[in-house]
């Protein structure tokens, strides 16, 4: 595939309400193609506009890579929830590897929790986020199985019991976030031209098997790849926090 055919993500931290949503991003294709959709552990609100329509989803987290068909001359909007965020009522389990549609109004208006809201841009974001927020439609769990223990010294809920509602806020038991976060965190990091035994060590993996067998699953792609520039289209890597899956 030519260089000129990649799709180039424009992307940015929230400048507001960073407690729900933690990137913004946008892309456009001009011709037909296929990108790879690296795993992510987050639910991501996408708006496509094609043909002169609009068509608004809630894409759930996503467990590995997977190749997806991109269709021309579309342009593409994404609000990347934080952890633990739940757009009502589509909560995260129910749409892991999935997504779910949201109809749009003549007038261009997404209908989401019965109400049609006036679709956001890049640039204002925030707005529709906030909005969504003050209607009791996007709420944030504070659940988090280390909290709970902290809180609870004596007498606290077992640990199959927090690992259960983890899942059931994220989708994912916490050590699927953080193998995710992990990998997407060593793409990033081979992407970045660093040596694959700089990663392994930085990151915690066995070798360098152990490394390639997760950027297969995770990523879609090889360490080589990465540090290579891979060619082919897909989807932008993120960088975490100190702790995957924090």
């Known amino acids: 595939m030519e260089e000129a055919l990649?799709?180039?993500?424009?992307?940015?931290d929230t400048e507001t309400d960073a407690s729900i949503v933690d990137?913004?991003?946008?892309?456009?294709?001009?011709?037909?193609e296929t990108m790879t959709s690296a795993a992510r552990t987050c639910s991501q609100l996408i708006l496509t506009r094609m043909q002169g329509h609009l068509f608004a989803?809630?894409?759930?987290?996503?467990?590995r890579a997977t190749?997806?068909?991109?269709?021309?001359?579309?342009?593409?909007?994404?609000?990347?929830?934080?952890?633990?965020?739940?757009?009502?009522?589509?909560?995260?389990a129910s749409i892991v590897d999935g997504y779910v549609p949201f109809p749009v109004t003549d007038s261009g208006r997404i209908v989401i929790g019965g109400e049609d809201w006036e679709a956001p841009t890049y640039e204002n974001?925030?707005?529709?986020?906030?909005?969504?927020?003050?209607?009791?439609?996007?709420?944030?769990?504070?659940?988090?199985?280390?909290?709970?223990?902290?809180?609870?010294?004596?007498?606290?809920?077992?640990?199959?019991?927090?690992?259960r509602q983890y899942r059931a806020v994220t989708g994912l038991s916490q050590t699927a976030v953080t193998q995710i976060d992990r990998v997407n965190?060593?793409?990033?990091?081979?992407?970045?031209?660093?040596?694959?035994?700089v990663v392994v060590e930085a990151l915690g993996y066995f070798d360098q098997a152990h490394l390639a067998h997760a950027l297969r699953?995770?990523?879609g792609r090889t360490a080589r790849g990465l540090r290579a520039g891979d060619e082919a289209s897909m989807s932008f890597l993120y960088k975490i926090g100190p702790r995957p899956g924090s």
């Open 67 to 92: 190749t997806a068909p991109v269709p021309p001359n579309a342009e593409f909007l994404g609000i990347r929830l934080t952890l633990g965020t739940v757009l009502r009522p589509h909560p995260a």
């Open 6 to 12: 990649r799709l180039r993500f424009d992307h940015r």
């Open 57 to 63: 989803s809630l894409r759930g987290p996503e467990t």
């Open 125 to 163: 974001a925030e707005q529709f986020v906030r909005r969504l927020r003050h209607a009791g439609l996007l709420v944030r769990s504070r659940l988090r199985v280390e909290e709970h223990l902290a809180g609870h010294p004596e007498g606290h809920p077992s640990q199959r019991t927090l690992q």
């Open 23 to 32: 990137r913004v991003w946008r892309t456009s294709s001009d011709v037909e």
């Open 185 to 197: 965190a060593a793409a990033t990091m081979l992407r970045d031209g660093l040596d694959w035994r």
């Open 217 to 219: 699953r995770y990523v």
